[in-house]
């Protein structure tokens, strides 16, 4: 899932109002941050296996230290203990930390068999991605709900707050509709993870949003 998670993000802003949109988007994204870190230092696999699911042909090989059940719940806790350590906003940690684990509970939803419960464990997933058209729906209803969501707790503070939102709506619906297309069957696990860090591009242009939006109560 893509802009599911995102959805999640937004939506967030909702339940925890002083949140940051940049902590809101980075929480539900942990899990994909890291996973091609350790794809480029060899900890996780992946590799493009046509045909694997309808939606995508990638098989994610191994990913347990990223995407495993147990460690989601670890890095769950940690994220939401480090912001409110940070913080003191007992509140939005909970959320945050939430949010991370919402990650696994989406991707268990759109995944073959592949998610791990724990390291070298049994894998699950329910296989949305089975069906492009199911997916496609599943996650721009999502996305629309949770962009609403976001609207409804902001406002733009003159052009600015507008054009710094939909540049990234509109970023991130293309690059979904883009990742649909078919992967050459040569493309490389690290080329894979160094395409896959780009999404780290997101975190600042979430706190351009934020200094250009205000929060409404």
Known sequence: MFLGHFAIGFAGKRIAPRASLATLLFAPMFLDLIWPIFLLL???????????????????????????????????????????????????????G?????????????????????????????????????????????????????????????SRGRLSLWSLVVTLTVIYFANMRPIPAGVSERTIGLM???????IPWAWWIDSTRRTVR
């Open 98 to 158: 939430s949010a991370v684990a919402s990650h696994w509970v989406l991707d268990w939803i759109t995944h073959r068999p592949d998610l791990p419960l724990w390291p070298g464990g049994m894998r699950v997933g329910l296989g949305l991605w089975n069906s492009v058209a199911a997916t496609v729906i599943v996650e721009l209803l999502m996305f629309v709900i949770g962009l609403w969501m976001y609207l409804r707790m902001t406002r733009p503070r003159g």
């Open 196 to 202: 896959g860090l780009a999404i780290w591009l997101v």
């Open 42 to 96: 060899g900890w996780e696999h992946v590799k493009v296996s046509p045909g694997a699911t309808a939606f995508t042909p990638l098989d994610f090989v191994s990913y347990p230290w990223s995407h495993s059940l147990h460690m989601t719940l670890f890095w769950s806790g940690l994220i939401g203990m480090v912001f409110r350590g940070i913080t003191r906003d007992t509140r939005s940690a909970v959320w945050v």
